[in-house]
């Protein structure tokens, strides 16, 4: 009996984890890697068509330079403040431990032509900008996961932004989202965190109509 697609894609939902117990291998080849940024580009749903997201794929040495600089611009603002100052040990491990770094942009061109276009939606062009570039991550994250990689998402914009853009040759104007780390993974992920999980049947409210004939 074969198992209803939706299920197939429901379970890859519940596999995708954060993992950062990871190992500068990969499970596929750079090709594959490629391949599945290409086809999420291509087919992720975006604001009004807009495609306005842009992502960088940082392997080998590449993925080492970029978390030089996330390193060096956390340490520049973290002296003296312990707490913080840990931070760097896990920054230490992105660079070393990993084996490579996908960089998710938006490109405001587009966004700035719908804003003129429709004013009076002016306000949440924006949002919904930062909502398409979700959806990407999400994709490949569970992708890379059904291939075996360990993911975890970071933030370090916009911290970083100006150096990475001069390190990569990267259009300045391009607004730096997310960066996805990813490897072989070398442990299973810890318990998930439900300090503030409440009940499914408190998130999901169903208001059934009468049926009409």
Partial sequence: MSIPSQDLFLDAISRRRSIYTLSRKSTISDAEIERILKIT????????????TRIVLLLRTEHTKFWDIVIEAVQSVTAGDKLLESTSSHLVRFRNEAYGTVLFFEDPKTTQVLE????????????????????????????????GLGVNLQHYNPLIDERTAAEFGLPKDWK??????FG????????????????????????????KL
């Fill in 41 to 52: 580009l291509e087919q992720a749903p975006s604001t009004f068509a807009s495609y306005t």
């Fill in 116 to 147: 003129g276009h429709y004013p009076f939606l002016k306000d949440l062009f924006a949002p919904w900008s930062e909502q398409t570039s979700a959806i990407h991550q999400y994709i490949v994250w569970t992708a890379f996961s059904e291939a």
């Fill in 176 to 181: 730096l989202v997310a960066q996805m780390v």
């Fill in 184 to 211: 072989t993974p070398t442990a299973a992920p810890g318990p998930r965190k439900t300090e503030f999980k409440t009940p499914v049947e408190q998130r999901l409210l169903i208001r059934r109509g009468e049926q």
